[in-house]
C-alpha cells in the first residue's frame, strides 16, 4: 500500500534525474589552452624543414584511417630485421613518454605488450616498426587518452613516445 503512494514520487525522481546521466562531458573549455598548446606541436611537425625534408613521416594506418601518427627513426644504421609485430604479438620494448611541455609522464626499462592492448597510436606505432629499432613516436589525442586523460596525463594530450622495440615473441 505505502509503495503504491511512493511509486509515482519515485518514478519522477527517477525521471528528474535522468538527464543528468547523459550529460556531455566535453570538457574542451576546461583544457583549451592546453589543446591549443597540443594542435601546435603537432602542427609544427607536420612542416618540412629547411633542407625540404620532414623531421617526422606521418603515418596513417590503413586499418583506420580517422587518424595519423608521426615517426622518427633514429637508427644508427639501416635495420637489417624484416621482423615486425602483429596487433596479437608479445612485444618487448622500452620506452618513455613525455608531454608536449617536456613533462616525462611514464617510463619503463622493460615493458611487455600485446599492440592490441594498448593505446591506438601506440599500436600503429609498433605495428610499423622491426626488431631492434628507435623510434620517436608523436601521438595526437585523438589516438592516445582522447579527451578524458588518464591518471597524470591531462585531457587532450599529445603522447610522445621514445620507443624500443629489443624483441617479439608469439609472432602467430
Known amino acids: 500500500m505505502v509503495f503504491k503512494r511512493l511509486f509515482p514520487i519515485l518514478t519522477i525522481l527517477a ?3 535522468l538527464p543528468s546521466c547523459f550529460k556531455d562531458n566535453d570538457n574542451s573549455s576546461d583544457y583549451s589552452a592546453w589543446r591549443q598548446l597540443n594542435q601546435n606541436y603537432i602542427d609544427s611537425i ?6 625540404g625534408e620532414y623531421a617526422f613521416t606521418r603515418f596513417t594506418p ?5 587518424f595519423s601518427i608521426w615517426l622518427r627513426w633514429h637508427n644508427e644504421e639501416e635495420n ?3 621482423v615486425t609485430p602483429l596487433s596479437t604479438s608479445t612485444c618487448h620494448v622500452k ?6 611541455a617536456g613533462d616525462t609522464l611514464d617510463s619503463s626499462a622493460a615493458f611487455t605488450c600485446v599492440p592490441n592492448q594498448l593505446v591506438t597510436g601506440f599500436m600503429a606505432a609498433l605495428q610499423n616498426m622491426r626488431v631492434n629499432d628507435t623510434v620517436t613516436a608523436v601521438i595526437p589525442y585523438t589516438a592516445g587518452y582522447g579527451t578524458y586523460g588518464y591518471g597524470n596525463i591531462l585531457p587532450y594530450t599529445t603522447l610522445i613516445f621514445g620507443i624500443r622495440l629489443d624483441s617479439i615473441s608469439n609472432l602467430f
Open 80 to 82: 637489417p630485421s624484416f
Open 62 to 66: 590503413l586499418w583506420d584511417n580517422s
Open 46 to 51: 607536420d612542416v618540412a624543414m629547411e633542407n
Open 15 to 17: 525521471l528528474l534525474s
Open 95 to 100: 620506452y618513455t613518454l613525455t608531454s608536449v
